[in-house]
């Protein structure tokens, strides 16, 4: 593989790889189980308050 071939190669791998970082993203963001019970026990205690009112 001759040298500018090489470089060729590098330069559009990093180029790639900055627009993949910038693409929007697919996945949700990760919610430990710790907070999705935390935030499940704060949703059950609003609406259980909302009943009594």
């Known amino acids: ?3 500018r071939k090489k470089i ?3 330069m559009q791998a990093h180029a790639k790889k900055a ?3 910038l693409a929007p993203k697919s996945k949700p963001k990760y919610i ?3 907070d999705r019970l ?3 026990a704060e ?3 609003g609406t259980v308050s909302d009943a009594q009112s």
């Open 1 to 3: 593989m001759n040298r």
């Open 8 to 10: 060729k190669q590098l």
């Open 19 to 21: 627009s993949a970082k």
């Open 32 to 34: 430990s189980k710790a």
């Open 38 to 40: 935390k935030l499940a």
């Open 43 to 45: 949703a059950a205690e």
